[in-house]
């Protein structure tokens, strides 16, 4: 499947750096999320939209900073970030943020921070 | 909240033979179990789902059953062909609060099928 679509794939940055994840959907839903994936740990939902407004914020420390301007496009802003920030960061989109419903993951962006 | 616990972490079959992925959940509200498998350098897919008002749903090779008195459901997977070598996530959706419902992921298990 092609309808999620992450931009970088792979991603290294210094502490002191800022950078953005992009996302892109294709399939006409109305709902995008974040998750962090790393090794040996569940998936951690990061943020949650729903209709272009926040509805999910899971405790994310401040240096990850979301924002969605449609309902098709999903950013994630990066700045100052740790070593422990190391992770596959994925995109996700779904029809409604019922959460019933399947999830579409993008690819993922490999991130390093150095 | 929610937490979901998986076992095993990794599993070894060989290709022909059964395996079965067993997850526990704590939310006795929790309502909708799907089951994501990873291939290697992919994104999770969606590969079966139960919800709490169904035991068991089969869909060719793969099953799940729930048992929602005991809180745990599986995935089966037989006759096992070396493409079904990934990780495969556990998921429980429950309320998390503020009107919005949040999935919870297992760990995963590594499943490794030997030609």
């Known amino acids: 499947e092609t309808g999620v679509t992450q931009t970088p794939r792979h991603l290294v940055m210094g502490m002191t750096n800022k950078k953005s994840l992009k996302c892109e959907q294709h399939l006409g839903h109305n709902a995008m999320y974040w998750y962090k994936q790393s090794a040996k740990k569940p998936l951690e939902l990061m943020f949650v939209?729903?209709?272009?407004?926040?509805?999910e914020n899971n405790s994310v420390p401040s240096r990850f900073s979301p924002e969605c301007p449609n309902s098709s496009h999903l950013f994630l802003h990066l700045h100052t970030l740790q070593p422990e920030d190391s992770a596959l960061y994925l995109c996700?989109?779904?029809?409604?943020?019922?959460?019933?419903?399947?999830?579409?993951f993008g690819s993922g962006t490999q991130l390093s921070v150095l | 909240g929610e937490n979901v616990e998986q076992h095993p972490s990794t599993l070894s079959v060989q290709e022909g033979d059964s395996a079965v992925i067993k997850c526990t959940y704590s939310?006795?509200?929790?309502?909708?179990f799907p089951w994501y498998k990873q291939e290697l350098g992919k994104r999770p897919q969606l590969i079966i789902d139960i919800r709490s008002n169904v035991g068991e749903k089969k869909d060719q090779r793969i099953a799940v059953t729930l048992n929602k008195t005991a809180k745990h459901f599986s995935l089966h997977i037989t006759e096992t062909q070396p493409e079904d070598s990934a990780v495969y996530f556990c998921?429980?959706?429950?309320?998390?609060?503020?009107?919005?419902?949040?999935?919870?992921f297992g760990k995963g298990t590594k499943l490794s099928v030997i030609p």
């Open positions: 996700a989109s779904s029809q409604d943020a019922l959460g019933n419903e399947k999830l579409f």
């Open positions: 998921a429980a959706l429950a309320y998390s609060g503020a009107g919005s419902y949040q999935l919870t």
């Open positions: 939310d006795s509200a929790s309502n909708y």
């Open positions: 939209y729903s209709l272009e407004e926040r509805v």
